[in-house]
């Protein structure tokens, strides 16, 4: 192996990689489709049949009414809003990695970004579904949106979930234009590369007339950064608005200021866990070993580890406020947390989220894969729980105790979630199918830089990104 | 293509099926007890017999859409050849009535032994809304939520709607021929096989009626029976005054009451006036710290024990024992212990001398379920203390006959049983189903080879009758009714009888050979009487008109009043006899554990089963609903390890019922209380198979308290039982404060300073309850500001305003299983909380009651509706906008804006916002449509709603209003006027329903107002001021009149 001018990126690319084994590393997952066997079937048709069930599903829901579901009087929220704040969480590694690493320079996110992008997308669909289902008349649900009407009538610009309509759209419209912009080159690519017919014919629509033009890369460059400052707020801003549903609310165990960071520190923390969760396995599977580093994996668990400490942090800041309100009904609930009938879902969730992500303090353990698996595994469960912990167990308290009635789910309230998990992973696998899940491009500038080639090979390698090599 | 053979039926099988189908059942063919696919799929299709839509060729396609074109073709020729349909507008509008606009009707509603007077609200000839007759002596213009509920019943789809003879749909006029022919033969035997059974009547009309038909046939019997009846009051007032009469109370009077096991504040004849005089002597205001004194001694937690200043638990059976040694500490003559369980004798002695402090004031009243034993001595006592004729009046009753009810139905069974009885005639009541079980009545009755029942649903009793003849329901027929002190209301009907029913007058008027006009009949029998001229007051030229004139302005007159002026009895003034009660000895108490059977709470003795609105409300203090259940205290439910929910079965003399158990505080120990009422077999759609049948428990000799044999868990579950309200204490929170007279005196706004609230001295303006950072006045508009406020002190959880708010707001009836997600629809609701000294303040749900420290609790109430924030929690949150402030401080729902976020719900500290989580106002189909049953059934139950309130769909929040439509209502009528509505004017359901008048209603913006005047009271309070959502509605705090002696 060539010894690298820059010693920072040695760590990034293992192996002996030349700009056209990663071309065909990469490319050939889409334009080689012999190359999905047994592993990407199973996922695909399990993901499908849990389409079917979500399409059944909402099509009861649309059919009967919110009443199919367990929500009840105190409990207006429940497995709704809990899967909407946990799926926009999950969505938050791919912005922070897209953004906020790029303007950091850390190139160690070009090997993770597209397809921490593509989750990002997937679960902002997943997340979308259910503010909309969740209302009791969602073919009226668009007046949320401030749009003209003869009614002269506007949306309550009071309220958050108003705000969360601006939020969680400009999220997806932002987070698609930067995934779909950093795709072009390597549709471009894999235009070229292509042999099939049909295949060509597609990526060259989708290429949008990429030809590697000096000018091309300038332009590309300038907008990529563009829309990477524009994207960095929304890392922030999306999960503090979700987070204002409940802080500017009077529920006890809501009306808590520390909410906006608390949120953000979530969903960063169970976005890497999903990142993790699916990067394990599909650099195994389609031998991805030497993109995908173990430094990765290494970095990514510290990620996690660092913003799991702020969440515990939270945990202990909550019961700190509900301490020092003072009043009977924050006390109340605090007790109903640690010692009512739903105590073990609390305490599963500081197993989950506090205790066993500890685990990644121990440098040999975040490199040895099942133990991150099964730490991201236990981050997702914890997540999700911490919600359920937040929004029903808080609503079945109330300040007059006549109202306290406890919430259960009904089935259709796990066939839903259930259903948006397989959608997430049908999207998640049909975008491995057929669209390159590792930047090209970004991986082969990172090689030319470490490779420290001189201006002629600049050129060379600047070259095959539009034309092939 | 193989050709399909047809399957063969199996005969054996369909034989079983058929056996095992109950009643009568008609098929259409072996297919279909059969239960075979093929069966099913041509039930299920729309057109049997037709060919698949393969088979159908062009050709065919073609003839079959050109004749579809013509025919569509002919509708053009309307009102050429064919009759034109047109919906024009009256050409002749009836009198007085404006469309839109509701009419009211005076009448009453007739029950065992006695009737209310009601103002009916009529819309387009509908009737649509009960509220009570200002003028009767009962009502007093409130109601019960049993009379609220009464205009479902009247559109209830499964009232019965023919004739039937012996289960086959039959006439009037065949039921006539062949009953003169009965008649004819009774005639000839003087009648000596004829019975007739009706229960407790209260109809003057129908009384003669009957007299009539005795004279005609005066060897024929005529029984009266209440399941839940006075019988025992009867038994005692033979034997202390040698005449069967009723006993009222004049509680205006009365500063001490003592209730030994009654419930008098919800159930019984007189109801609603003994609520209304009780609270009335509570009423604390200002300095007037005056207020009569309720000792409740009770074998169930019953709202009159909730709403007494000291409330002892007894066992049912020991109710006695106290009440001889109540007696005993009072002077009368008892043989016997005077030892009770569950009072001291000392607090008994400090009940005494309370009583005879206050001769001439204060009145002991038994239970009606009570022994006869019981009765006797509360006549002793009353005498005693002089309450006989001052707060405890004797009036006559309707039922004369000196033998008890029970035994005058155990000879009607004997001679049944002894096929001594030809034709029977069952005017309303359900023996079959509530005749004491040893009786087994049902079979008695298959003796007999005539046997009618003419009653409002086609029952248990008329399934095994051979005829059965529905009855009207009160609004479509002609009658009248004494009230419970004998006011005589006439009945008018509403609208013309929807089915094809007769009234008992109409019934009786063809028996005699007279009219089948109801009206004519009852006109008739005042006609010949005097007290309808010379009593209803018309004025002007009386004595220049003739007779017959005055006659007839008198009748319009109580038409119009719905009363008859100066009816009410005199008071008999009868000995009593001392003999009586020393020739009484106590019953031995049961041992061991004793099962309590009574009426239900909501649906009485099983008549209003049928009920949605009843079934679904909350039984006061034990909040369950849609069931009834094995009640028993949190110490007694341990000693058998039973807890709630678990289902356990209860054996008494070798019958035995299986229920869900309920652990309520406050119940005695070594007791279980089961409610009568449930378990119908064919008492409607809504009615069958809810709960489980208590009347198999009772024996004649035990028709209130039994001797269980045993107790025992099953170890099955039931499911659970859906309680509107499962949490209990209010956890220290300000949420219901309460004290007695002398904290009051103290600290008239009986708030007890939180220990955490700083007082800074140097800034006074801090130290009021009421800091805020908010500016005093948050609304500057003009115009009124509506506010409600409610007393606490006089408010008994008697649920009236709940139905009454149900029935003014088309609000729907979810059913159990919704009831069990807490998704009921009620706008207003009851809160109730258990309060003990020793309480830790934290249980999560009912199952954890540790038995000790909440045994014997402290109830209150706090009825909860929308609280019209001025600073609305719900308001900010809708993103939509769908609720909104009105400039008079209402808060407001927009349905149609509404998408149903449910945000504002969740934010909404009180929890009063409702949501149509289903689509429940369709959903009632589920209690309307047609059956299979049934066939016949009409879908009436649409015709109930309110057209002045939008009728809510799916998806969408609701809540209490304040009745808007009503506060618009006036606003409309005073505008006309050119005025503001005047204060009082504005009356809200609740509070127009409330028994107590403890619900006032107006401008708070107006300092003159009845409302203004009330929420400034130093008791008045908001509730959560902390939250600072500042709430239209005010709460008076509840005072207690305890008596110093009486210790714990």
């Keep these: ?469 | 293509m193989e050709a399909k053979e047809p399957k063969k039926l199996d005969l054996d099988a369909i034989r079983a099926k058929l056996a095992s189908k109950q009643g009568p059942k008609y098929w259409r063919g072996l297919e279909e007890v059969a239960e075979t696919p093929e069966f099913t799929a041509w039930l299920g299709d729309e057109f049997p017999n037709r060919s698949t839509l393969l088979q159908i060729d062009r050709r065919s396609l073609l003839k079959v859409m050109g004749a579809s074109m013509a025919l569509a073709g002919l509708s053009g020729c309307r009102g050429v050849f064919l009759d034109e349909e047109k919906i024009v507008p009256y050409v002749k509008q009836p009198e007085e009535m404006v469309l839109g606009k509701p009419l009211y009707f005076a009448t009453a509603a007739p029950y065992p032994g006695y009737g209310v007077g009601f103002l009916v609200e009529s819309r387009e000839g509908r009737p649509l809304k009960i509220e009570g007759n200002p003028d009767h002596p009962e009502s007093q213009g409130s109601t019960t939520a049993i009379h609220q509920a009464e205009i479902l019943n009247f559109y209830d789809p499964d009232r019965s709607q023919n004739v039937m003879s012996q289960g086959e749909i039959s006439t009037w006029d065949v039921f006539y021929a062949e009953a003169s022919k009965m008649l004819a033969d009774q005639k000839a035997k003087k009648g000596s096989g004829l019975r007739i059974l009706t229960e407790t009547i209260a109809s003057p009309l129908l009384a003669e009626q009957i007299k009539d038909f005795l004279a005609v046939y005066p060897n024929a019997k005529w029984y009266q029976y209440d399941a839940c009846g006075a019988d025992s009051a009867k038994q005692a007032a033979v034997g202390a005054f040698g005449k069967p009469v009723n006993t009222i109370y004049d509680l205006k009077k009365a500063k001490v009451i003592v209730s030994l096991d009654s419930d008098f504040l919800m159930d019984g004849p007189g109801t609603l006036r003994y609520a209304r005089d009780f609270a009335d002597g509570r009423r604390v205001m200002g300095d007037n710290t005056e207020m009569n004194r309720l000792y409740a001694i009770e074998s169930y937690p019953t709202i009159t024990g909730a709403s007494s200043d000291h409330r002892f638990r007894v066992r049912g059976s020991d109710i006695e024992a106290v009440a001889f040694a109540l007696a005993a500490a009072l002077g009368v003559q008892v043989n016997g212990s005077s030892q009770a369980a569950g009072i001291s004798a000392d607090n008994i002695a400090a009940i005494a001398n309370d009583l005879r402090a206050n001769h001439g004031a204060a009145v002991v009243i038994p239970g009606a379920h009570q022994s006869p034993n019981v009765h006797l001595l509360c006549h002793a006592i009353n005498n005693g203390i002089g309450a006989l004729g001052s707060t405890a009046l004797l009036v006559p009753s309707f039922d004369e006959s000196p033998q008890s009810q029970v035994a005058g139905l155990k000879e009607l069974t004997d001679d049944l049983n002894g096929k001594r009885v030809d034709a029977l005639l069952i005017i309303g009541g359900n023996p079959v189903y509530n005749a004491p079980v040893d009786f087994q009545f049902d079979r008695a009755i298959q003796n007999c080879p005539f046997t009618v029942h003419h009653s409002l649903y086609n029952d248990e009793t008329s399934e095994k009758c051979v005829w059965h003849l529905p009855h009207t329901h009160f609004l479509e027929q002609w009658g009248d009714v004494r009230a419970y002190d004998g006011t005589i209301s006439l009945i008018q009907p509403l609208i013309a009888p929807l089915f094809e029913s007769r009234s008992a007058h109409q019934l009786f008027g063809v028996f005699l050979g007279k009219s089948e006009d109801g009206y004519a009949l009852l006109k008739k029998s005042y006609e010949g009487k005097s007290l309808l001229v010379e009593n209803s007051n018309v004025t002007g030229e009386m004595s220049t008109e003739a007779p017959k004139q005055r006659f007839e302005n008198a009748w319009k007159k109580v038409l119009h009043d719905g009363v008859i002026p100066k009816t009410s009895y005199a008071p008999l003034s009868l000995p009593f006899i001392a003999n009586a009660v020393q020739s009484i000895t106590p019953r031995t108490p049961i041992n061991g554990i004793e099962v309590i059977l009574k009426a239900d709470p909501t649906i009485g003795d099983g008549r209003h089963a049928n009920n949605g609105w009843l079934q679904e409300l909350a039984k006061p203090l034990i909040k369950t609903t849609w069931e009834n259940t094995i009640i028993l205290s949190p110490r007694t439910a341990q000693q058998y390890s039973l807890q709630t929910d678990d289902e356990a079965e209860v054996v008494v003399s070798a019958q035995s019922i299986s229920g869900t158990v309920w652990i309520m505080p406050g119940h005695p120990d070594d007791s279980i209380t089961i409610h009568l009422g449930y378990g119908r077999t064919k008492g409607g759609a809504v009615a069958n198979g809810v709960g489980f049948n208590a009347y198999v428990l009772r024996h004649s000799d035990a028709m209130s308290f039994a001797a269980a044999e045993s107790v025992k868990k099953t170890g099955d579950q039931s499911g659970d039982v859906a309680a509107t309200q499962v949490h209990n204490t209010m956890e220290g929170r300000d949420l219901i404060r309460m004290g007695t007279v002398a904290d009051y005196k103290k600290n008239p706004s009986l708030y007890e300073e939180e220990e955490h609230v700083h007082v800074d001295q140097t800034h006074p303006e801090f130290q009021s309850e009421n800091v805020s950072l908010y500016p005093d006045e948050i609304f500057n508009y003009d115009g009124p500001q509506w506010g409600m406020t409610v007393d606490l002190n006089t408010c008994i959880g008697c649920n009236a305003c709940v139905i009454a708010c149900q029935a003014e707001n088309n609000i729907p009836v979810v059913g159990k299983k919704q009831v069990l997600r807490a998704r009921e629809m009620q706008w207003i609701r009851i809160d109730r909380y258990f309060t003990s000294p020793t309480d830790s303040g934290i249980h999560w749900d009912i199952g954890d009651f540790t038995p000790d420290p909440i045994a014997d609790p402290t109830f209150s109430f706090q009825p909860v509706m929308c609280q019209h924030c001025e600073k609305a929690p719900c308001e900010p949150v809708c993103p939509v906008g769908a609720t909104m402030h009105s400039h008079e401080g209402l808060n407001q729902m927009v349905y149609n804006r509404c998408v149903g976020t449910r945000y504002c719900s969740n934010n909404c500290p009180y929890k009063v916002r409702r949501f149509n989580f289903l689509n429940y106002t369709d959903n009632q189909a589920q209690f309307d449509a047609t059956d299979e049953e049934n066939p016949m059934r009409v879908p009436l139950l649409r015709l109930l709603n309110n057209p002045d309130v939008t009728v809510r769909g799916r998806g969408v929040m609701e809540k209490c209003t304040f009745c808007v439509q009503r506060i618009n209502g006036v606003r409309i009528e005073a505008k006309k006027l050119g005025r503001d509505p005047k204060d009082g004017e504005i009356i809200t359901a609740c509070q127009q329903a409330c028994p107590t008048k403890t619900i006032v209603f107006g401008n708070v913006a107006d300092k003159d107002s009845k409302v203004s005047k009330i929420r400034g009271d130093k008791r008045a309070y908001q509730l959560l001021r902390e939250v600072q959502t500042r709430p239209r509605v005010s709460y008076l705090g509840k005072i207690r009149n305890v008596n110093p002696e009486i210790k714990a």
């Design chain 1, 1 to 469: 192996m060539v010894r690298p001018d820059h010693p920072q990126f040695e760590l990034l690319i293992e192996g002996d990689q030349t700009y056209s084994s990663i071309d065909q590393k990469i490319g050939n997952v889409v334009l080689d489709q012999r190359r999905h066997k047994k592993p990407w079937y199973a996922v695909i048709f399990v993901a499908f049949l849990l389409v079917n069930l979500l399409l059944v599903s909402v099509g009861w829901l649309l059919y009967q009414g919110i009443g199919i579901w367990g929500n009840n009087i105190p409990t207006g929220w429940a497995f709704d809003i809990i899967n909407f704040v946990w799926w926009i969480g999950i969505g938050h590694a791919g912005t922070l990695i897209s953004a906020i690493l790029l303007l950091m320079r850390q190139q160690w996110r070009n090997s993770i970004n597209r397809f921490a992008e593509a989750m990002t997308l997937f679960a902002v669909m997943c997340a979308g579904m259910y503010p909309l289902l969740h209302t009791g008349r969602p073919w009226v649900a668009y007046w949320l949106f401030p749009y003209p009407n003869i009614m002269a009538v506007w949306p309550q610009f009071r309220s958050p979930l108003v705000w969360d309509v601006f939020a969680v759209s400009t999220y997806f419209t932002a987070s698609i234009l930067f995934w779909y912009v950093g795709l072009i080159p390597d549709l471009a690519t894999l235009r070229d590369k292509s042999t099939n017919r049909a295949a060509k014919v597609v990526f060259a629509m989708l290429s949008m007339g990429w030809r590697g033009a000096n000018k091309h890369w300038h332009r590309y460059e300038q907008a990529y950064l563009l829309l990477a400052a524009l994207s960095t707020p929304l890392v922030l801003s999306v999960h503090s608005i979700v987070s204002l549903d409940f802080a500017v609310a009077v529920v006890p165990g809501w009306n808590i200021t520390v909410f906006p960071p608390y949120f953000v520190a979530g969903a960063v923390y169970a976005g890497f866990a999903m990142v993790l969760l699916v990067a394990i396995p599909i650099r195994k599977v389609y031998g991805w070993k030497e993109l995908i580093t173990m430094n990765h994996i290494d970095w990514m668990a510290k990620i996690m580890l660092a913003t799991g400490l702020i969440v515990a942090y939270g945990y202990v800041l909550e019961a700190f406020y509900g301490w020092y309100a003072g009043t009977s009904s924050e006390t109340a609930l605090l007790n109903w947390r640690f010692s009512g009938p739903y105590k073990y879902d609390y305490w599963a969730l500081i197993l989950c989220n506090v205790i066993i992500p500890q685990l990644m303090w121990v440098p040999k353990l975040r490199r040895n894969l099942p133990v991150v698996w099964i730490v991201c595994i236990s981050v997702s469960v914890g997540m999700w729980l911490e919600r359920f912990v937040i929004i029903p167990m808080s609503l079945m308290r109330n300040y007059l105790p006549s109202s306290d009635y406890n919430y259960y789910p009904t089935k259709w309230d796990y066939f839903m979630f259930a259903g948006t998990i397989g959608f997430f992973f049908f999207m998640m696998w049909l975008f491995i199918r057929f669209l390159p899940v590792i930047n090209m491009f970004e991986i082969k500038d990172l090689l030319h830089k470490m490779k420290g080639e001189s201006a002629k090979a600049d050129r060379e390698a600047l070259a095959p990104a539009g034309g092939g090599e």
